[in-house]
């Protein structure tokens, strides 16, 4: 019996067959293989992570572009062709905001409409890839992220709108800002052209 | 009995972390789940109240095509042909907010047919319009409020849109919210000051008429003159039309009253809420501005240089310059002139409907005339017809005079 056995021995614990302990070497080789399997993994992680945020951004910001048209109709369509026997277009466009004006005429225009002043004043613009809105007299709150621009024109009848959707923050590991335009055009229904004038009187 | 007791025990842990787990991934999935489905209900709620907006304002566009071709009488009376009255709440409504919020389209009747789109007694929209996307829109017509509510005077009607969009995701715990609705209404005016009532009407100051022959015609038919007269911008008109006269053409000028068939109408019109804008200069400013952009999208021919009319034709037709009606070629509907030179007819050229002459221009609010030029000769003809006149009328576009959209808080 070598030293070793009899001091296992001594304790009363016997190493059957097969169930040797691990010996140094191939405990730090297991260590290195676990080492290097885990930063493998890490970097896996890392990769599968950052597409992931990227896609989601992406996604994020289609989203918000295909939700624009569906809200910006909402207002648009809903406040701003409510004229009544005038010829003002009550859409104001200045410095990048778009004011929508509704029920011009108030409680003249509809009497059966309770509407005691002017129904509505919407303004809307776009402030540090944010669309905000605002009601009356009240102030900016956003409504839309990942708006980083947009250019309003007026043609004749026709209001369109210029959307500059983008990633925010930036994509990781990505050089491209993430970008895409959406292009709008809504008719303004109520601006039609007559061809015979209201009735005076 | 270590062995077992040891079993037990690592069962029980492992139970325990299964169980932990199992409620960990199920709270992680309802979770999910729930934050899934309040997005999708969010988007399907605005995606329907779009849905229900746009219905609505075809709605709309539809009454605007309608209006032109129906008599609006019937219309506000239904085709029962009696007016059910006011009493109702939301009367003017194609159906009342609540109802439309539970609505099942398929099991929806109207409690009754006043306004109702219709033509000759039929209705054209029984259960509303059906969408292919699964939405309808109920359209109902009534009188504006300065008139009775079964008759119209003035042309001016108002027309609420309803457009009802289901929620393709609907719960329990919502039961009464089965669909999105949007109220448009909108006020719009059948324009009538060119609903001619006699063969030829001229309106101006003065004229120039040369009557060729004894075999043209002017003919009133049995209920109106032959010829009426609007002074504007002068009163020598039916004096220069007398002059011309000779007492061979008196039975070739007929119509109601004695031959020949002439009526001076300026004060009547003056005082007819539908021929009082004929008398403004804002009218004739803005339907001489507007004329080119709206002519040939809405169906009415114009001839600003005149010319001679090729063949035959029919609706609207308006002129300026030197306008010629040879041969045998026939108008059918309401011809108006506006003068920049005058009209003949000359062989067997025919106008069935009516004849506006008028050689107007506006300075500020005051109208001038200018003088007016008509030579018939031959057999040429012009004959009143009211039904063509009706047809001609429907090229004419409702002027629309309002539009807003209507919440339940408001008064309805």
């Known amino acids: 019996m070598s030293p070793i056995d009899s001091l296992a021995g001594s304790r009363g614990v016997e190493a059957k067959e097969g169930e040797r302990g691990f010996s140094l070497v191939e405990s730090l080789l297991a260590t290195a293989a676990s080492a290097l399997l885990f930063s493998l993994f890490l970097g896996v992680f890392d990769q599968v992570q950052t597409t992931v945020t990227n896609l989601t951004r992406l996604m994020e910001r289609d989203r918000n ?136 009187g | 009995m270590d062995e077992p007791r040891k079993s037990a025990s690592e069962a029980g842990l492992a139970l325990l972390a299964a169980l932990l787990t199992t409620a960990l991934v199920a709270t992680l999935v309802w979770t999910l789940s729930v934050q899934n489905l309040t997005q999708w209900r969010l988007l399907q709620g605005v995606e329907a109240r779009l849905y229900s907006m746009v219905l609505a304002q075809n709605g709309i566009e539809f009454a605007r095509g309608l209006l032109p071709l129906v008599d609006v009488d019937e219309l506000l009376s239904g085709p029962d042909g009696s007016f059910s009255g006011t009493d109702l709440p939301e009367w003017r409504n194609p159906l009342p907010f609540s109802s439309a919020r539970r609505l099942d389209p398929e099991s929806w009747t109207p409690d009754r047919d006043d306004g109702l789109p219709a033509r000759s007694r039929d209705q ?33 009607v108002l027309v609420r849109s309803m457009g009802v969009a289901p929620l393709k995701l609907r719960s329990p715990f919502l039961a009464s919210t089965r669909n999105s609705v949007t109220l448009i209404e909108s006020r719009l005016l059948q324009e009538t000051a060119f609903r001619l009532r006699s063969a030829l009407t001229l309106a101006g100051g003065s004229g120039d008429f040369q009557w060729t022959g004894t ?52 004060v ?54 030197d306008l010629v009606l040879q041969g045998d070629v026939q108008f059918r509907g309401i011809l108006l002139h506006l003068g920049g030179g005058g009209v003949t007819l000359r062989d067997r050229a025919q106008i069935v409907g009516g004849l506006w002459l008028s050689n107007l221009s506006v300075d500020g609010e005051t109208i001038r005339g200018g003088p007016l030029r008509l030579h018939l000769s031959d057999l040429a003809r012009v004959r009143y017809d009211a039904d063509a006149i009706r047809s001609g009328l429907r090229n004419f576009p409702p002027t629309q005079l309002g539009w807003r959209l209507l919440f339940p808080e408001m008064k309805l």
């Not at chain 1, 990048?96 to 029920?103: N, R």
């Open chain 2, 268 to 321: 009547a019109y003056r005082e007819d809420p539908r021929y009082r804008s004929l008398f403004q200069a804002a009218f004739w400013r803005h339907f001489q501005e507007q004329l080119p952009n709206l002519s040939s999208a809405s169906g009415i021919v114009h001839l600003p240089e005149g010319g001679l009319l090729p063949a035959a034709a029919s609706g609207v037709l308006v002129a300026r310059g």
């Open chain 2, 215 to 266: 075999q043209f015609l002017l003919d009133g038919g049995h209920r109106e003159p032959a010829v009426r007269f609007l002074s504007l911008g002068g009163d020598g008109l039916q004096n220069d039309f007398l002059h011309t006269l000779d007492p061979a053409h008196a039975d070739r000028i007929r119509g109601a009253g004695p031959e020949p068939s002439l009526l001076d109408s300026t």
């Open chain 2, 124 to 156: 054209l929209l029984p259960n509303g319009y059906p969408d292919p996307g699964g939405g309808r829109f109920y359209l109902r017509f009534s009188n504006n409020p300065e008139e009775p509510a079964h008759q119209d005077r003035d042309g001016v």
């Open chain 1, 65 to 200: 572009l295909i939700l624009a048209p569906v809200l910006l109709g909402g207002w648009i369509l809903g406040t701003g062709n409510r004229e009544w026997d005038r010829d003002g277009d009550g859409i104001l466009i200045q410095s990048g905001i778009l004011q929508l004006e509704s029920d011009l005429d108030g409680k003249d225009g509809f009497p059966d409409g309770r509407v005691e002043g002017n129904f509505e004043i919407l303004s809307l613009r776009c402030r540090t890839d944010h669309l905000q809105l605002k009601s009356g007299a009240g102030s900016f709150h956003s409504v839309l992220k990942q708006i980083r621009q947009w250019e309003i024109l007026m043609e004749g009848r026709l209001l369109n709108l210029r959307l500059t959707g983008a990633v925010s923050p930036n994509l990781m590991h990505w050089k491209g800002d993430g970008e895409t335009v959406e292009t709008i055009h809504y008719t303004l229904r109520n601006y039609r052209p007559n061809l015979f004038p209201p009735r005076d």
